[in-house]
């Protein structure tokens, strides 16, 4: 039987790992690194980054490539099937080590927030023990980017995704909303004049970029600015804070 250790590393900056997280890292006798093509070839370099920095003898390292997630059955099955697939990569990786007692993920951000890596360690056969580091989410890096709170005083706050802006809008009676994983810039879909904006992208990383404005007259800056960036980098991880205005 081996530990799982879920280690949260943070936006991709070095210096975002805790103590706690680069302890858990010299302690892993194996860890699994993901790929995901070409294109984000850098986001295992950044992990390898990491791992070099905390190690002063670099643990096995077990790669996995990421399987393509299926849309044509409806998003929450296909992401089911998905973290089944994925569950299975983690499970060969780790089958093929066997020794390994200590085995650990690098998650990007924090394991518990946003992220599925908890839901898919639980697939696993047999059930390994399974810890969490956590980590600086894009969250706390957005704001901390910005200098800004994230909430107003005696005021709730909502983080959802792209999709539920797109598909439902802003839910009545929210004022502050945090939008992660949205690949589409669903802001489109709301009256832009009724919202500024705090946005940013590889935020944390020497690539950030960061934009804030009211919504309707810098929406089109970071459209274009988003798809640049995409373009070069061949990847791209970025987050907003929506705030309707006024309030």
Not at 16 to 29: E, M, W
Request: glycine residues 8%; contains cysteine; charged residues 25%.
């Amino acid at each position: 039987m081996y530990e799982l250790n879920l280690i949260g590393i943070g936006t991709g900056n070095p210096d975002h790992v805790t103590f706690q997280g680069a302890q858990a890292i010299r302690a892993a006798d194996l860890i699994l690194i993901p790929r995901k093509g070409e294109n984000k070839a850098d986001l295992a370099g950044l992990r390898e980054e990491i791992i070099a920095q905390v190690t002063e003898t670099t643990p096995q390292i077990a790669y996995f490539d990421i399987p393509k997630r299926r849309a044509e059955d409806g998003y929450l099955r296909g992401v089911d099937e998905w973290h089944d697939s994925i569950a299975l990569r983690w499970q060969e990786a780790i089958a093929a080590h066997s020794q390994a007692k200590q085995v650990a993920l690098l998650i990007w951000g924090d394991p518990s927030l946003y992220d599925s890596s908890l839901r898919i360690a639980s697939r696993l056969e047999p059930q390994p023990k399974t810890k969490v580091v956590p980590g600086i989410t894009a969250l706390q890096a957005l704001t901390a980017a910005h200098a800004i709170p994230i909430n107003e005083i005696g005021a709730p706050y909502l983080v959802t995704t792209g999709r539920r802006i797109r598909d439902e809008g802003c839910p009545a009676g929210v004022e502050k909303l945090a939008v992660m994983l949205d690949g589409e810039c669903s802001f489109q879909s709301l009256q832009m004049d009724d919202y500024d904006i705090w946005w940013g992208a590889y935020v944390g990383m020497k690539e950030e970029i960061l934009i804030h404005g009211p919504l309707a007259d810098v929406a089109q800056r970071i459209l274009d600015t988003r798809a640049q960036a995409r373009a070069d980098h061949g990847w791209i991880m970025d987050i907003y804070l929506l705030k309707k205005r006024g309030n």
